[in-house]
Every structure is written in C-alpha cells, then in structure tokens.
C-alpha cells in the first residue's frame, strides 16, 4: 500500500481521465473517426459467392508431384486465382486418413493446402497466407460444405470462409 498523501487525489485524477478517453472513443464516429473494415481483401474476392471462380495451379511437374502426394512434402507452383497469378507459391497434399483413402482407391482427386507465405513471408493473396482446397470426394451434390458452412454463419457460430 502506498503512503503517497496524495495518492487518493492522483488515483481519481487517473480514473476520471481514463473514463474520458473510453467515452471519446466509444464516441469516436460523432468526431469523424471511421472504424477500420472489417473485411480482408480476399473475402470480398475469393470468398465472394456471386459467382465461380477459377484456381488454377501451375507447376513443371504435376505427374511426379501427384505420385508422391501421400509424403505430403510442400512443392513450389504457381496459383493463378481469377486470373491473377501469384509465383512461389507451396502447395502439398492435404490430410491423413482421406490422403490415404483416395491414394488406395488409385484415385489422383487429393485435397489440397496451399501457402503463399511459405518460401516468401511477404506473398499472400490479397491478405490470405493460407488456402485449403477441398476434394469433395464424398458428397455427389458439391453443396454440403458450402451449405453447412453458410448455414453456420448465419446462426453466429464462426466457421471457415468458402465459396
């Protein structure tokens, strides 16, 4: 416990200008001030589900990548998203029991997970350092994810982005 003897009078001063800056910047739009948005670039681009988009990976040697899929070991490509290409990129198949599953079923149709960050830390799309790509090897329909991801954040529950 402090003996200051004016330690009651500075702790007052501290809590009442404390209380005036909360209220200026719960207040802050009354001053000009506008909140930053809060979309990232990429969800109002990739996530945007007015329309389909085209991802494309391109790499040198697809065959071989595709043959050694299951030691799921990163790879360089380039991704070219809508159009818009983005170069030393990593790319490597996705997932355990459903890599395994598609590899025995003699299938080539891998999930795959993309990280533009990965060989460079400053390369992201449009904000996005990660992408997962979905084989959707059990649902005929192509819907039940995109549905029950919606669904999810129509009700509050945070879920991933999809499109």
């Excluded at 009651?8 to 001030?33: P, Q």
């Excluded at 299951?70 to 990593?90: M, P, Q, R, T």
């Excluded at 830390?121 to 790509?133: A, E, I, P, R, V």
Aim: net charge negative.
């Amino acid at each position: 416990m402090s003996t200051h003897k004016h330690i009651d009078k500075i702790c007052c001063v501290v809590i009442v200008f404390t209380l005036i800056l909360t209220s200026l910047f719960m207040g802050a739009e009354a001053f000009g001030i506008e909140a930053k948005a809060r979309t990232l670039g990429y969800e109002d681009r990739l996530f945007n589900t007015s329309r389909v988009h085209t991802i494309d990976i391109v790499m040198n040697d697809w065959e071989i990548f595709i043959e050694n899929c299951i030691s799921k070991e990163y790879s360089v490509c380039s991704v070219v998203i809508d159009g818009e290409a983005f170069k030393n990129v990593a790319i490597r198949a996705k997932g355990n029991t459903s890599l395994s599953n598609v590899q025995s079923s003699g299938s080539d149709r891998y999930r795959f997970k993309i990280e533009f960050d990965h060989y460079d830390s400053n390369n992201t799309y449009h904000g996005l350092d990660k992408l997962c790509l979905n084989n959707i090897i059990q649902d005929n329909t192509y819907m039940k994810d995109y549905l029950t991801y919606r669904m999810m954040n129509e009700f509050g529950v945070a879920s991933p982005l999809c499109s």
